[in-house]
């Protein structure tokens, strides 16, 4: 299709990718042969079986035991029909309800979603240095995180440490619906917060019991206890998630040779065979529960213990947790993410290396994919916008390139210059160079002398001036306001009546 | 195969990883169908015969003329049997003479070779600043290049600007001997210096005429002038490396919108014109020779015409070449790189992006894989160091891993372990504590407060203390003493002679 346009007719065409409904385009790769996944599978099973599981909230082991489970105290040992039960009634594809359809988010194999790093207890930036995370800090960057449409999904963020635990519920979800259209996030920290924040987001979206119980609007992120442990709320959360018909996305977060085996097998094993636990705790909730199997497995350093991320095992550890997401045809979520203090080639190059590892690993949903730093205690703004930049050159990979004639170019380009010459004004070159090419957020390609003039500013440096600018602008979606009052009204009349503290 | 180890039965065993001998583990990504890839290859080969190349050495036009080829003047109009009994003659697999046979290093389809940053006028680290490249500089290039393994081969580095242009193919030379026994490059920059080096690289490695024309001991690296013209030293360079029996890289430079068309198609099928000539060239003059094809090809910014590196647009360019490269069935070479001014967070991101569409196109050798800055301007030491350690991750990911009974772990590892109990001291973990992790050279795993107690030093400063290190040890390879007098009493005598300048 030529874009060719008239000279002097309108304003010059403007670069328009959509960025919300990606498909990975990646071809998958594997780390392991096909039968030492059903090796892996089989034996996720049979820990399953033999070992079990360890469930401390009693209405969960209640539910495994009337289902046939084996129960031995707070052991639950599970067999491999019921777990074969759970995976054909979990949904291949799953559609969050967004403030407006078009912010709608399909989880399924083959699509592609990413998150800005979560569930950091600081956050830090150049002009205010590292700090316990804010209310303020919550509210800035959850509108980071609804200015680039790359990101398709909001995250547990940045956590407000001075909102009181009890009310910090109303704020978090206030902040999601008034600040955003994207699809919300809630923490499972016990029924009463989650039945609250259930009330909020169906009255604020305008739809009724039955319509929010047929799609999910929200979704929660339940971490198992590796090893083989479903804490209170975690347990909780899968019960009341999947009776509500909303999403959990599941990932045991195992770390090699610290909570789980040192090798990449073991360790995916492990974590297999959790969220394997969990999914079946949802079907056996509500069958055809909408449930997202995940990981996020990387190793520790044997030296220190302490946590790496974008390592060579954290990149394999992906790699076979896909595998092991196309063997049993579930949608997944993994992860990028930094082990840096700061935002320096360190966190570029560990963020980048674990993001390849999801894209090849055919991951759904990818989560920490931008700003996580310090393993996750703290979000950077500056690394948001850095990251971001990467995300969208993947998102424009995503929309592929065009090899017809018109792009091969024979006669507009080809043809159209002498040896030796430039492609400046050849025809294909006018009726493209608007459109042709990504443009960069924060990358400068200046020269070493213009760059110096400018004042030699790095790459955080100018991200500052992006993030700066974005909250300056504020752009809000718009709001019922009847709808905003009411949940104001709502807000109020709770915190009155004592809030709702969170469970453990 | 279980590495159990006895308690103190000598020291424990270190991980040892090949990073020399890669094989590319990554699926080739496709960015077009194959019949638009074989429209691109048909009007590659139109262009030739239609078009036609500028071709400014006569004696090249000779040959080509003599082939059957038209010819006008300088412009050479190249039929498609001429290419395709060049492509059949152009063997698929080069093996390079190193200074040692376990540094030789094989490039065919499915070998994976790095090259740190090269071409660069200018060096820079934090410790001396940006400066025009010096002989002190090109010997510590060389030293750092000799000292990662993952860089396979040696590359033309940074520019020794204070050496004079007549006698500076001595002073490269008796570098790349006596600092590292890596396959070294020769600069095609006319008849005499080439016949130069050839001989002091002959009678330095001690091998006949014969055995040195039987196998590529250098190389040189060809860039047409795009568009579709073919200078005065590359043409020579080739005709050159081909009657030697040494290899030629065939690359042309192309930047879509400036000397190439915008698009990534037309971009390419420029490139692969302009390679395929040269390619021809090389068979016509001796078939058979060594020749590997390559492409480097991004977009500049249409704003300021400034090159930039690891765009979607360079991506896709990798993708759509290493298609081109499988569609002729020979080795090829792809390029990273970067255009910051300095090692930070873009130049990071850049280097990385541009490496993994090298890496998904298939790419055989990956040039400027490692420390090249302001889109080849300068060589960064820190980023030779930084960049070397994403090279080394990939290596990693060559390796694979093992998913075997033993690495599963069911009774080493998973039951082993109680629920919420940690894996530290598993019979899994102990036998591979020591071995199973990538262990990093820069990066750093530290906690926040750790950190900041050691100076905050972010990875830039932390890769000052690398190179320092490497180049303070100056390991080097053992050298024959009398082959080495033999080298310097050579260059004496030559440079009492006057040399050989360049010709251009």
């Known amino acids: 299709m030529s874009r060719r346009r008239g000279r002097g007719a309108g304003p010059p065409p403007s670069r328009a990718v959509d960025y919300h409904n990606l498909r990975n385009p990646f071809p998958p790769m594997a780390v392991f042969p096909e039968d030492r996944i059903a090796a892996m599978h089989d034996t996720a099973l049979r820990t399953l079986e033999e070992l079990g599981m360890r469930v401390l909230l009693r209405e969960a082991v209640e539910i495994f035991r009337r289902a046939g489970a084996r129960v031995v105290e707070d052991m639950v040992f599970i067999g491999r029909d019921m777990v074969a039960a759970a995976i054909a ?3 291949t594809s799953i559609t969050g309800r967004a403030g407006r359809r078009a912010k709608d ?5 083959g699509s592609l979603v990413f998150q800005p790093g979560a569930g950091a207890p600081h956050a830090t930036d150049l002009k205010r240095g590292r700090r316990p995370g804010s209310a303020r800090d919550y509210r800035e960057y959850t509108t980071l995180a609804h200015h680039f449409d790359v990101f398709q999904m ?16 109303y704020f978090t979800t206030e902040a999601q619906l008034t600040l955003t259209d994207k699809f919300p996030f809630i923490f499972a920290r016990g029924t009463p917060q989650v039945t609250e924040c259930f009330e909020m987001m169906r009255d604020f979206r305008g739809v009724s019991d039955a319509e929010f119980a047929a799609h999910p609007h929200t979704y929660t992120i339940i971490n198992t206890n590796s090893p083989r442990t479903l804490d209170v ?5 899968l019960i009341d998630f999947a009776k509500a018909g909303q999403l ?10 610290a909570m789980a085996p040192i090798t990449v097998a073991g360790a995916i ?7 394997l636990a969990a999914i079946t705790l949802t079907q056996l909730t509500r069958p055809g529960a909408p449930v997202c199997y995940g990981t996020f497995t990387s190793n520790v350093d044997m030296k220190s213990g302490a946590p790496a991320f974008g390592t060579p095992g954290h990149f394999q550890a992906s790699l076979a947790a896909g595998q092991l997401a196309r063997h049993i045809g579930l949608p997944w979520r993994s992860a990028a993410g930094s082990a840096s203090n700061l935002n320096d080639v360190q966190a570029a190059n560990e963020n980048q290396m674990g993001l390849w590892g999801c894209l090849m690993a055919g991951a759904t949903v990818v ?20 990251d971001c930049e990467v995300l969208n050159m993947v998102a424009e990979l995503c929309a592929g ?41 924060v990358h400068d390609y200046a020269n070493f002398g213009t760059w110096t003039e400018r004042g030699a500013r790095d790459a955080s440096a100018r991200a500052t001036d992006v993030w700066q600018a974005i909250l300056d602008a504020d752009v809000r979606p718009a709001v019922d306001h009847a709808r905003l009052g009411a949940l104001h009204d709502y807000i109020a009349r709770r915190t009155e009546a004592g809030g709702a503290p969170p469970e453990s």
């Not at 988010?105 to 194999?109: D, F, G, P, Q, R």
């Not at 709320?233 to 959360?237: D, F, K, R, T, Y």
């Not at 094993?269 to 969220?275: F, Q, R």
């Open 248 to 257: 959990s996305i599941v990932t045991p977060f195992t770390l090699m040779g």
């Open 269 to 275: 094993t492990l974590s297999h065979a959790e969220a």
């Open 367 to 386: 989560i920490h994919s931008a700003g996580w730093l310090e393993g996750g205690l703290s979000v950077s703004y500056e690394k948001i916008v850095t």
């Open 154 to 169: 909001m995250s547990p963020s940045v956590e407000p440490q001075d909102v009181p635990p009890h009310l910090r519920h």
């Open 105 to 109: 988010v399909t989880l399924e194999l």
């Open 89 to 91: 009634t979990a949904p």
């Open 233 to 237: 709320p975690m347990a909780q959360g």
């Open 401 to 441: 390139a065009q090899a017809g004639e018109d792009e091969i170019g024979y006669d507009s380009a080809l043809s159209a210059v002498d040896p030796s010459g430039h492609f400046f004004a050849a025809p294909q070159t006018m009726d493209r160079y608007n459109t042709e090419f990504y443009e960069p957020i």
